[in-house]
């Protein structure tokens, strides 16, 4: 009996308990859940939007330089020093710029365009002076006749006629020929030169009026 007592106290308390627990929550459904998911998306602030990232501009194209091409060696060479000429100016004479051979007119006789009878002997003189560096031989540098008036000369005899003695550099000589002026009237006149070889470097000439 006491046992049954027990029970029933037991029975009575946990219906007791049982009443006085909270009621377990229903479980939504999957349409409660959809409407509660949209209806917070739909309160929430909308997101930044977020800015469009740079669009990257590519470097320029690298142009390489030309390659470089080094320019050929040369050999060195040394020219030898050569003797030159140049021809003196043809009014007789000058000074010259060469360094080897050349002259410099001090006087000539007779002056240009000297007035003479027909037929009038006398002596084309010039004196002159070696302006280079070379000494003017005997057996190297002559006097030679260039050019006359045409078909009239006034040279009476030869027209290369040596150095009657050698001329070193800065001393002078007297060149003569012997000569006769024509017999018509008129201007006539000859031109001569110094030769060293077949090279002219200096040039005299002797100009006269023949009156009656």
């Known amino acids: ?20 627990a909270p009621a377990a929550p229903a479980t939504p459904s999957a349409e409660q859940l959809a409407s509660a998911v949209a209806a917070t998306l739909a309160a929430m602030p909308p997101a930044p939007q977020a800015s469009p990232a740079p669009s990257d501009t590519p470097y320029p194209t690298y142009t390489p ?4 091409t080094p320019f050929p060696t040369q050999d060195l060479f040394t020219l ?10 043809s ?10 051979y050349g ?38 540098v002559m006097l030679q006749l260039i050019s006359h008036t ?15 003695s050698q001329v070193a550099p800065e001393k002078q000589v007297t060149l003569i020929v012997d000569m006769t002026s024509p017999k018509d009237p008129g201007n006539y006149d000859e031109t001569w030169g110094l030769y060293f070889g077949n090279i002219l470097f200096c040039r005299v000439s002797v100009d006269i009026a023949v009156t009656q």
């Not at 330089?65 to 470089?68: D, M, Q, R």
């Not at 030898?80 to 100016?89: F, I, L, V």
């Not at 009014?91 to 080897?100: E, L, Q, R």
């Open 1 to 20: 009996m006491k046992k049954f007592r027990l029970l029933n106290i037991a029975l009575t308390l946990i219906v007791a308990l049982t009443a006085c």
């Open 65 to 68: 330089y030309p390659t470089y």
């Open 80 to 89: 030898a020093p050569q003797d030159t000429a140049t021809t003196a100016p």
């Open 91 to 100: 009014s007789g004479g000058g000074a010259t710029s060469v360094p080897f």
């Open 103 to 140: 002259c410099q007119l001090i006087s000539q006789t007779p002056a240009t365009w000297t007035s003479m009878a027909p037929r009038q002997y006398f002596d084309a003189k010039w004196i002159v002076v070696n302006s280079g560096t070379k000494t003017w031989f005997t057996d190297s």
């Open 150 to 164: 045409a078909k009239v000369s006034m040279h009476t005899s030869g027209t290369t006629y040596p150095l009657h």
